[in-house]
């Protein structure tokens, strides 16, 4: 990979694809810290499913074009700018005319100074793009970087190889791309780097918890190489799962061997071993039956949430959205760490290590503890029950409370906004209508969704306007059409008699 970038290759297209589990982010997260590193990354761009802004290509090239202007090395600042002036409306147009307009014309206009320097894009779990055709756009954009005669930018792409990327990749043709299947690789290689890995992770749990200088031994490194079968997360998340264990290190150690010696041979059902021990080792077995069960209902309530929310929430705003106390959320997920990334900060969002725990927490016939399955359907349903709550509970006539009616958004403090509608209010009103159609449910005559907008539409229209959001409120209106079940023919309307309402532009309608 770092010969094709360096080199004189034609193609300016690197896609890195494998199956889940096998390394792909963190080659991803490697690559870009070493070019950081040179000064030489220009870019990049992680997807994440269910991360809000980051699972979807709404602001992709907005976002580079941003980088592009903030790496002082690159020098295209100035021409950026230019086409920020020149196209006022660029935040309203398609993202092929942003790309182009934003990414393409001003890295053309680069004035090389010596030799030329090669400048890295980095786009992760291309796979994770929640919007299959802006996948395609996608796919059918990055090569115009190839055509920029005074720089040679490379663009790399790691994803899994799902069939609308393959189908973009066999369109774009391999002139312009190379590829590498990571799965592919031989297995003395994969199984050797793992060791490697793990001899590493292990030995610095051994300095850290003063065992033995040989602990755990060669025996079981092998023995742990040949569970992984190829797949660096259940080499990642196994010490992971062994560090927290802090003084139970070794037996933490035990208890995943000998889970994993009884499960089959699929690499994918050694990585749900790990994650049932893992979610197991939470609940600790000196709980009673009653305590068990209880715990085990917070388990699912609160990991049930994560994996199903369209973007992720900090500890604090998760915790007011489901109506816990956040002390019983941080009680909860304390001994999680090796599957959650939990921040020190409460406000700071909890997000998930590996995309692979939403799909084992979702599938029963990968998640065998009946007490940890998750019904998708019926979390979404939790979910937008607990959005109309928190709505109805902060949304008000003239929330931000500016009485006249001319005030424009922006001449608000956004802090004030904030303080307002706090995170899992504008959460709330972001997604509450994707999880009522996720859950399956329709909207019916007089339920509590309807009596929510007899009550709360002209509030909820107005929050989303000072959040900028005006767009997302009417597209959401539209989606809700389609679930509704009308018995008798209901006029929203009604909601609205004699009320006023703040339009985008903070004015009174």
């Known amino acids: 990979m770092y010969k094709w970038i360096d080199g004189d290759e034609k193609s300016c297209v690197f896609w890195l694809n494998g199956w889940p589990g096998t390394g792909k982010s963190a080659i991803a997260r490697t690559v870009a810290r070493h070019y950081h590193t040179e000064g030489c990354l220009a870019a990049s761009f992680f997807f994440t499913r269910g991360g809000g802004d980051c699972s979807h290509a ?122 590498f299947v990571l799965h592919r690789m031989p297995t003395e290689v994969s199984d050797r780097d793992i060791q490697v890995y793990l001899q590493h992770c292990l030995s610095t749990i051994a300095a850290e918890r003063c065992l033995e200088g040989c602990w755990p031994g060669e025996r079981i490194l092998t023995t742990m190489v040949q569970y992984a079968q190829g797949l660096f997360i259940w080499a990642a998340t196994a010490c992971k799962f062994i560090q927290d264990g802090k003084r139970f290190a070794e037996k933490r150690l035990q208890t ?98 590996h995309d692979s725990f939403r799909s084992f927490l979702l599938n029963g016939n990968r998640c065998t503890e009946r007490a940890m399955i998750v019904n998708e359907q019926r979390a979404h349903l939790q979910l937008a029950k607990r959005c109309l709550e928190v709505m109805s509970l902060v949304l008000k006539e003239d929330v931000c409370g500016q009485c006249m009616p001319g005030v424009l958004v922006s001449d608000v403090n956004t802090s004030h906004v904030q303080q307002c509608l706090p995170p899992e209010a504008q959460y709330a009103c972001l997604y509450w209508v994707r999880h009522l159609i996720s859950s399956g449910q329709r909207l019916l005559d007089n339920g509590d969704m ?22 997302e409120a009417i597209e959401a209106m539209t989606m809700l059409e389609s679930t509704t079940e009308v018995r008798q023919p209901i006029c929203y309307c009604d909601a609205v008699k004699g009320r006023k309402l703040t339009n985008v532009a903070g004015r009174r309608m």
């Open 58 to 179: 709404g602001l992709f090239a907005t976002s580079i074009a941003r980088q592009l202007a903030d790496n002082k090395a690159l020098g295209v600042q100035q021409f950026i700018r230019s086409s920020l002036e020149e196209h006022s409306q660029i935040a309203k147009q398609t993202l092929q005319d942003q790309w182009t307009q934003l990414v393409v014309q001003p890295l053309s206009r680069y004035e090389r100074r010596g030799n030329a320097r090669t400048f890295l894009i980095v786009i992760d779990a291309l796979d994770e793009c929640e919007e299959e055709g802006g996948i395609g756009i996608l796919l059918r954009l990055l090569p115009q970087v190839g055509a920029c005669k005074n720089i040679r930018v490379r663009i790399l792409v790691t994803s899994r190889p799902e069939t609308p990327i393959r189908h973009g990749f066999d369109q774009m043709g391999t002139a312009v791309h190379q590829d």
């Open 256 to 353: 995943l061997l000998d889970r994993s010696a009884s499960t089959g041979s699929e690499p994918e059902r050694h990585l749900d071993t790990i994650y049932t021990t893992i979610l197991r080792a939470s609940v600790p077995e000196t709980y009673s039956k009653e305590e068990q069960e209880v715990a085990y209902d917070y388990l699912r309530l609160i990991l049930g949430s994560i994996v199903t929310l369209f973007s992720a929430l900090s500890v604090e705003a998760l915790s007011k959205l489901l109506g816990l106390s956040s002390k019983d959320t941080s009680d909860t997920i304390a001994e999680l760490h090796s599957i959650l990334d939990i921040p020190k900060e409460h406000n700071c969002p909890l997000r998930l290590h």
């Open 450 to 471: 309807h009596q929510f907008l007899r009550e709360h539409a002209l509030h909820w229209m107005e929050a989303m306007s000072w959040m900028g959001k005006t767009s």
